[in-house]
């Protein structure tokens, strides 16, 4: 195995690991500030491991699936950021 097939792997490992823990803290909660976190570090580590795999290979052929993967991670922010200020508003 070459160096580079190596820490693919690792990183693979590594973004696996950080998942199941983001997908755990979406499940268990308790609040949906927690799940909304959760959300935007499971869209972190999804364009990150993106980011790698284009590396990696040395294509860009996924550039658009991280542009919009970025465009809903901001947009879902925003949307939950004024959700729980008209909450805290009443």
Do not use: K
Request: charged letters at 15%.
């Amino acid at each position: 195995m070459t160096p580079l097939t190596i820490m693919g792997l690792a990183a693979g490992v590594m973004f696996g690991i950080g998942a199941i823990a983001a997908v755990a803290r979406i499940i268990r909660g308790p609040s949906i500030l927690d799940r909304a976190l959760a959300t935007d570090v499971l869209l972190a580590i999804a364009m990150c491991a993106l980011g790698t795999e284009m590396a990696i290979n040395r294509h860009t052929d996924t550039l658009v699936v991280l542009l919009v993967l970025a465009v809903f991670a901001i947009v879902g922010s925003i949307a939950i950021a004024r959700f729980i200020g008209r909450q805290d508003e009443s």
